[in-house]
């Protein structure tokens, strides 16, 4: 068979097209950035009772991430079929878009897994991670590190002083910092960076520490917090243009109750995590087919797509 140049340009091109496609055609279909940097803000262990609880005991009607663009539910399972995800495999989903079994941190069955912090600094984009929990813990760990459990702290550390993150601020170096006022020293460093972009992941991680110990006093006011970093960013990022925000939770802690009999009626029915739905709310990025949105539910890994579209990163699947 003989092909004219032009036929055989043409048959090249659609042979090009269908192994692009095969490999990332999960990614091709991200929509164009409207804008350049994300924060996403982790209430770990924050389910919707958490949330509801907040607002009963504070007396406030909504809380400043009730006021962003969309709320939604978060689906948190991992691999470990018949438990709870952990922060580990919970926020590997977020990080890396993909599931792995509890206690992997960005790696699963000897194979490091690309987290989204890697892929923002390949695109010469700034990455923050801040937390109110020790920087080694699962959460921050998975934006910063791969190692098979989240219990090897040493190696996690290693790897995130080794690692090009342009800041790690953890409960070691907050001092008496509040986490609205780490979020907006981590905003002026990562813009004084004058990247392309910025990521950076803000988590409160005592949302979870206090409902394990069962106490709603000092989880509430984590997570008040946490909602007053949440509306100062909200206020800096309407200011710019630029910014999309994204606030969720890794999975509810505590299988929290509100009821009847007395004001402020609220207790744990367990301590430990619960395999409940989580809100997500999001700001200048849309929740859409792209993210696998259906009955107003997403599945963690969308997160990651969620972050990758808002930082407009090319994915290699
Ligand atoms: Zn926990």
Redesign the pocket.
């Given at each position: 068979m003989k092909f004219t140049k032009f036929t055989e340009k043409f048959f090249l091109c659609v042979m090009v097209a269908v192994v692009v496609c095969s490999s990332m055609c999960v990614f091709s279909v991200l929509p164009k950035a409207r804008v350049k940097n994300v924060i996403l803000f982790i209430g770990?262990?924050m389910g919707f009772n958490h949330i509801q609880s907040a607002k009963i005991q504070s007396g406030q009607n909504t809380l400043a991430m009730e006021g962003l663009d969309t709320a939604a539910q978060n689906r948190t399972s991992s691999l470990s079929v018949g438990w709870p995800t952990?922060?580990a495999a919970g926020a590997t989903a977020f990080a890396c878009g993909q599931k792995v079994y509890n206690g992997n941190v960005g790696r699963m069955n000897g194979n490091d897994i690309k987290n989204i912090s890697e892929y923002a600094i390949e695109a010469h984009k700034s990455v923050g991670i801040v937390t109110t929990d020790s920087i080694t813990g699962a959460t921050p760990a998975v934006f910063s590190s791969h190692v098979d459990d989240r219990s090897m702290e040493s190696e996690i550390a290693r790897q995130q002083s080794n690692s090009d993150i342009d800041l790690l601020m953890g409960a070691e170096t907050r001092g008496n910092m509040t986490i609205r006022e780490m979020t907006a020293y981590a905003l002026d460093f990562l813009v004084a960076k004058q990247n392309t972009g910025f990521f950076l992941m803000v988590e409160a991680g005592l949302i979870?520490?206090h409902s394990?110990s069962g106490d709603i006093a000092s989880m509430i006011a984590e997570l008040l917090e946490l909602d007053e970093a949440i509306k100062y960013a909200k206020e800096w990022a309407t200011a710019r243009g630029d910014t999309a925000i994204i606030v969720t939770a890794d999975h509810e802690?505590g299988g929290l109750e509100i009821g009847e009999g007395k004001p402020n009626n609220t207790w744990y029915t367990s301590p430990d995590?619960t395999a409940v739905n989580v809100p997500i709310f999001v700001f200048r990025v849309t929740l859409d087919a792209n993210h696998f949105i259906s009955n107003n539910t997403i599945d963690n890994t969308a997160v990651f797509i969620l972050l990758a579209t808002c930082l407009d990163l090319k994915i290699s699947a």
């Amino acid at each position: 068979m003989k092909f004219t140049k032009f036929t055989e340009k043409f048959f090249l091109c659609v042979m090009v097209a269908v192994v692009v496609c095969s490999s990332m055609c999960v990614f091709s279909v991200l929509p164009k950035a409207r804008v350049k940097n994300v924060i996403l803000f982790i209430g770990d262990g924050m389910g919707f009772n958490h949330i509801q609880s907040a607002k009963i005991q504070s007396g406030q009607n909504t809380l400043a991430m009730e006021g962003l663009d969309t709320a939604a539910q978060n689906r948190t399972s991992s691999l470990s079929v018949g438990w709870p995800t952990d922060s580990a495999a919970g926020a590997t989903a977020f990080a890396c878009g993909q599931k792995v079994y509890n206690g992997n941190v960005g790696r699963m069955n000897g194979n490091d897994i690309k987290n989204i912090s890697e892929y923002a600094i390949e695109a010469h984009k700034s990455v923050g991670i801040v937390t109110t929990d020790s920087i080694t813990g699962a959460t921050p760990a998975v934006f910063s590190s791969h190692v098979d459990d989240r219990s090897m702290e040493s190696e996690i550390a290693r790897q995130q002083s080794n690692s090009d993150i342009d800041l790690l601020m953890g409960a070691e170096t907050r001092g008496n910092m509040t986490i609205r006022e780490m979020t907006a020293y981590a905003l002026d460093f990562l813009v004084a960076k004058q990247n392309t972009g910025f990521f950076l992941m803000v988590e409160a991680g005592l949302i979870d520490k206090h409902s394990h110990s069962g106490d709603i006093a000092s989880m509430i006011a984590e997570l008040l917090e946490l909602d007053e970093a949440i509306k100062y960013a909200k206020e800096w990022a309407t200011a710019r243009g630029d910014t999309a925000i994204i606030v969720t939770a890794d999975h509810e802690t505590g299988g929290l109750e509100i009821g009847e009999g007395k004001p402020n009626n609220t207790w744990y029915t367990s301590p430990d995590h619960t395999a409940v739905n989580v809100p997500i709310f999001v700001f200048r990025v849309t929740l859409d087919a792209n993210h696998f949105i259906s009955n107003n539910t997403i599945d963690n890994t969308a997160v990651f797509i969620l972050l990758a579209t808002c930082l407009d990163l090319k994915i290699s699947a």
